[in-house]
């Protein structure tokens, strides 16, 4: 019912930016959280950010001060702005879209923090 798309995703040096997009398409309610979890090799799905229909955000500490998550509650759609970004943030970035408990997920966009 609900489909995720995200883009954005690249290879990056360290310290650089990369501005991640997420849009829902489908059996969309507007009233819904949004935001994005993450993967790296070797480790375990981290949570990374969160933003309600009412523009509430939360952030993983790992990423607070220097990622930002917005939304565009007509486009159904979520970013993930990456601030100075470090080695580690290497990972498949995954959206995902969760309503009265029910989680959706977007196949996932890679990002890479390289030299």
């Known amino acids: 019912q609900v489909q ?3 883009s954005g995703g690249g290879l990056v040096q360290p ?7 997420c849009a829902a398409s489908g059996s ?3 009233i819904n959280t949004m935001g994005w979890h993450r993967q790296a090799p ?5 949570w990374v950010a969160s933003i309600s ?7 993983a500490n790992s990423v607070k001060g220097r990622f ?3 939304r565009d509650n007509a486009r159904n759609t979520v ?4 601030n100075g970004l470090k080695p580690e943030d290497t990972a498949v970035y995954l959206c995902f879209y969760s309503r009265l408990g029910r989680d959706y997920w977007g196949q996932g966009t890679q990002v ?3 030299s």
Not at 42 to 46: P, S
Request: glycine share 14%; net charge positive; no cysteine.
């Open 4 to 6: 995720l798309v995200e």
């Open 79 to 82: 970013y993930l702005q990456m």
């Open 68 to 70: 930002t998550i917005s």
């Open 42 to 46: 070797g480790k375990q799905r981290e």
């Open 28 to 30: 969309i309610f507007s």
């Open 15 to 21: 310290g650089g930016s990369l501005r991640l997009s």
């Open 112 to 114: 890479t923090v390289s």
């Open 53 to 59: 229909s009412g523009g509430s955000t939360a952030y």
